[in-house]
């Protein structure tokens, strides 16, 4: 179990919380277990049954959780590319 410190804004009467770098917002695994799911799937172009048995020692969820980390990470992934490429390019003043 980790605790998760939570503070209680006084003027909007919400609570904030600050998350661990190792987890996610809304999302109950550590980073390691997703990002296992996310490698064994898109790297390995393993099946749903391969990504389950390879994951399955890890402490991964059911395929339809893993679904549902993997079509995240596939709608996401062209803007994190686009943002990562930026940045390069802002390295190497003779980069595209």
Do not use: H
């Amino acid at each position: 179990m980790v605790r998760i410190k939570r503070w209680l804004c006084k003027l909007c009467r919400r609570t904030i919380s600050v998350l661990p770098d190792f987890l996610f917002s809304f999302r109950q695994y550590v980073v390691r277990v997703i990002k296992a799911v996310i490698e064994e799937r898109f790297a390995s172009k393993k099946s749903w049954a391969g990504v389950e048995g390879e994951c399955a020692c890890r402490g991964a969820p059911a395929v339809r959780t893993m679904q549902r980390w993997c079509a995240s990470y596939a709608e996401k992934a062209p803007c994190w590319l686009g943002a990562a490429q930026e940045t390069l390019a802002q390295q190497d003043s003779n980069s595209a």
